[in-house]
């Protein structure tokens, strides 16, 4: 996980000048941080393409997300290939 959520040094939520929050994971479930749709599509592509190279797969059906503040940002919509 540690690899598909770090791909750019800006992915994730910044907390202080060199922390970031990235993902939250219990058991068998991730929920991925960033404070752009455009960020949280690129983790989602890597967290994808990682996990079909082990034969895991992201079930679509049990994927949701959100958008929190003022943004306009939630107006968008994530794709799974």
Same mark, same amino acid.
């Given at each position: @996980? !540690?690899?598909? $959520?770090?791909?750019?040094?800006?992915?994730?939520?910044? &907390?202080?000048?060199?922390?970031?929050?990235?993902?939250?994971?219990? /058991?068998?479930?991730? /929920? +991925? #941080?960033?404070? *752009?749709?455009?960020? &949280? =599509?690129? @983790?989602?592509? *890597? $967290?994808?393409? +990682?996990?079909?190279?082990?034969? &895991? *797969? #992201? %079930? $679509? /059906? !049990?994927?949701?997300? @959100? /958008? $929190?503040? %003022?943004? *306009?940002?939630? %107006?968008? =919509? +994530? @794709?799974? %290939?």
């Amino acid at each position: @996980m !540690k690899h598909a $959520v770090h791909a750019t040094e800006e992915a994730g939520l910044k &907390l202080t000048k060199d922390k970031r929050l990235t993902d939250l994971c219990y /058991a068998d479930d991730v /929920a +991925l #941080i960033d404070d *752009s749709v455009d960020g &949280l =599509q690129a @983790m989602m592509d *890597s $967290v994808a393409c +990682l996990a079909n190279k082990v034969g &895991l *797969s #992201i %079930n $679509v /059906a !049990k994927t949701k997300w @959100m /958008a $929190v503040g %003022n943004s *306009s940002n939630g %107006n968008g =919509q +994530l @794709m799974m %290939n």
